[in-house]
């Protein structure tokens, strides 16, 4: 089971840090990601990493989100800086290859 949270409106240039807590398989073995899906859009990939802490940024939020994960608290973050209005979207936790959290969502908006 996969539950995200922490989202909300945030102001262009501010920070948000959303959260994933993992339960149910063995979270430091397995590959973590962030996906969102904007109004009308299709999901999308946004960041990886995996059970050895590499990390991979689509190049639309690359130097401006840092995915990161907590082995202990089986945690997953994505942390949000200087976001932009086109970064507004429901954002999903997801395990490959077919486990999705509920979804948060964000707001970018003055």
């Known amino acids: 089971q996969l539950q995200a949270f922490g989202g909300g409106l945030v102001q262009p240039g501010g920070s948000l840090r959303l959260s994933c807590a993992a339960s149910g398989f063995i979270f430091r073995l397995n590959t973590m990601a962030w996906y969102r899906q904007a109004p009308g859009k299709q999901r999308e990939l946004v960041a990886t990493?995996?059970?050895?802490?590499?990390?991979n940024y689509s190049d639309s939020v690359k130097e401006r989100f840092t995915i990161s994960r907590d082995n202990v608290k089986k945690t997953v973050y994505l942390q949000m800086n200087n976001p932009k209005p086109e970064d507004t979207a429901v954002y999903y936790c997801?395990?490959?290859?077919?486990?999705w959290g509920q979804g948060t969502l964000v707001t970018v908006s003055s």
């Open positions: 997801h395990r490959p290859p077919s486990n």
């Open positions: 990493i995996t059970s050895g802490h590499s990390t």
